[in-house]
């Protein structure tokens, strides 16, 4: 069993930046596949950022790429995303996810879950 939780959101103004965290618990962190995803209003979730267990590869939206990325530290059992140039369009409530593999899938198959962390931008 893993246990997330997700911390850093907030209220920003387009064109800010944050950076959320993601605290992983239980099993080795360092073998799992790990992901951001969003979701908004009255909308479905969506892959926002993937990184593969070592690092070594990432995947990102279209939506966000050149703007956010994502990181690891598996010394401190955490993942991050660091996300600039907001839009207002980006005002969702972000998951983190673990998947317990070394491919990354754009999909929600995904093991475990975070509470999730509004971010509200505003224009």
């Known amino acids: 069993q893993v246990q997330l939780v997700e911390s850093g959101g907030g209220l920003v103004q387009a064109g800010g930046s944050l950076r959320l965290s993601c605290v992983a618990s239980?099993?080795?962190?360092?073998?799992?596949?790990m992901a951001w995803f969003r979701q908004a209003p009255g909308k479905e979730r969506e892959f926002v950022a993937a990184?593969?267990?070592?690092?070594?590869?990432?995947v990102y939206a279209d939506s966000v790429k050149g703007r956010f990325t994502i990181s690891r530290d598996n010394a401190k059992n955490t993942v991050y995303l660091q996300m600039n140039s907001l839009k207002p369009e980006d005002t969702a409530v972000y998951y983190c996810?673990?998947?317990?593999?070394?491919?990354?899938?754009?999909?929600?198959?995904?093991?475990?879950w975070g509470q999730g962390t509004q971010v509200t931008v505003s224009s």
């Open positions: 996810a673990a998947r317990a593999s070394i491919v990354i899938v754009t999909t929600t198959r995904y093991d475990y």
């Open positions: 990184i593969r267990w070592d690092g070594g590869r990432t």
């Open positions: 239980g099993r080795t962190f360092s073998g799992y596949t």
